[in-house]
């Protein structure tokens, strides 16, 4: 079983449309976070929800959206996308993640043509 | 405030080699630090991590790494290189409480030469 599962695995799509990227863990953890890879492999944290609490909230356009149904579920809404939006989205969870570190998901590639 | 100092984006050692990444750390409070690896398409894996405690620690596929607050420095190491250690090598930082970000450095990519 994964513990930390993303969809879709890859993404393309126009600039100017909006797309979602769902995240499901089956670790119990309570915090769940976004993070952006860019191209040159550089992570960047976007967002953190603790218990469906929105604790961590970087500077990110406003339209990236983030949503969680239950501290199980984070989604990354974007809407009217763009070319520098391309890159990877890793989901991750944790329990007191400054002691044990964190879990990843395998990581969406979004590209926007 | 935390920041991650890894030096050499790219790193390459013959197989059976010693491979030795570097990280230096920043942080206003006592730290927790993190390796992680990412193989090619894969999401991450924690390597290792040290918390409190003994300084030296071990982890996965023969790694470790040592605390040394005087250096400021979590460096990684291996005895000896193998082919499936070919990745992306990446030190992050954390306070010591709380849920606070863990902040990551920019990775180091490691080839093994055969």
């Known amino acids: 079983d994964t513990a930390v599962s993303q969809t879709p695995k890859y993404l393309v799509t126009q600039m100017g449309n909006d797309k979602s990227i769902k995240c499901e863990q089956n670790?119990?953890?309570?915090?769940m976070y976004w993070y952006k890879q860019d191209s040159k492999k550089f992570l960047k944290i976007m967002f953190s929800?603790?218990?469906?609490?929105?604790?961590i909230n970087e500077t990110v356009p406003n339209r990236f959206s983030p949503k969680s149904p239950d501290k199980a579920h984070l989604n990354l809404h974007i809407n009217s996308l763009e070319l520098g939006d391309s890159a990877v989205y890793f989901c991750?969870?944790?329990?007191?993640?400054?002691?044990?570190?964190?879990?990843f998901g395998s990581g969406t590639r979004l590209t926007v043509v | 405030a935390q920041s991650v100092t890894q030096l050499g984006s790219h790193v390459s050692v013959s197989e059976g080699a010693l491979v030795l990444l570097r990280c230096n750390y920043s942080?206003?409070?006592?730290?927790?630090l993190f390796w992680y690896v990412q193989y090619p398409n894969q999401g991450l894996q924690l390597l290792l991590k040290?918390?409190?405690?003994?300084?030296l620690v071990k982890g996965i596929n023969g790694f470790e790494a040592e605390f040394k607050k005087s250096e400021t420095s979590f460096h990684l190491t291996k005895p000896s290189a193998h082919m499936s250690d070919a990745a992306e090598y990446f030190c992050?930082?954390?306070?010591?409480?709380?849920?606070?970000?863990?902040?990551f450095g920019t990775g180091t990519r490691l080839t093994i030469i055969p």
């Open positions: 991750a969870s944790s329990q007191e993640g400054y002691r044990y570190g964190y879990t």
């Open positions: 670790l119990g953890h309570d915090t």
């Open positions: 929800y603790n218990n469906k609490e929105l604790i």
């Open positions: 942080s206003s409070v006592p730290p927790y």
């Open positions: 040290y918390t409190t405690g003994a300084t």
């Open positions: 992050a930082v954390s306070p010591n409480f709380g849920n606070e970000k863990l902040t």
